[in-house]
């Protein structure tokens, strides 16, 4: 047990020394780049610096392509705002058209079932006040 123990203690305490060996770079005769824990024999070599720590990753920029994409976005999203206010207001406009209708009109006709029926009071006060309603609820 105590080889063992022994044993793992020491493979442990050498292991970063080995990792922290220098490494050689060279470029041979036809023009190849080589790595090696050895120094090449008859050649001139240079030691490479290698980090004590692991170099973090950048931190991720917006890149050109993410900022275009973003911008088409806010372009869409824009265009759709647009539309729903252009249906919006030509929705107010039109129950405001039916609204005076139904205030200055007490003999207004519907068609149903492509015959025309008056409204009776009760109708009319009816729809008159689920018009001001809407207009109230989505008109300023």
Not at 52 to 58: G, I, L, N, R, T
Not at 101 to 109: A, D, E, S, W
Request: hydrophobic share 35%; aromatic share 4%; net charge neutral.
């Amino acid at each position: 047990m105590r080889a063992l123990f022994l044993t793992a203690s020491l493979l442990i305490c050498t292991s970063p020394l080995s990792i922290a060996a220098p490494i050689y770079k060279w470029v041979d005769a036809q023009g190849v780049t080589h790595f090696d824990a050895q120094p090449p024999q008859g050649q001139p070599s240079t030691v490479v610096s290698t980090p004590s720590q692991p170099v973090p990753p950048p931190p991720p920029s917006k890149s050109g392509a993410a900022i275009g994409d973003q911008q088409a976005i806010d372009k869409d999203v824009k265009r759709q705002v647009a539309e729903q206010q252009a249906e919006l207001k030509v929705f107010c406009d039109q129950a405001r058209t039916n609204l005076a209708q139904l205030q200055n009109n007490p003999r207004l006709r519907e068609e149903v079932d492509g015959q025309l029926r008056r409204l009776d009071d009760a109708q009319r006060q009816e729809r008159l006040s689920e018009t001001q309603k809407q207009i109230a609820d989505n008109c300023q």
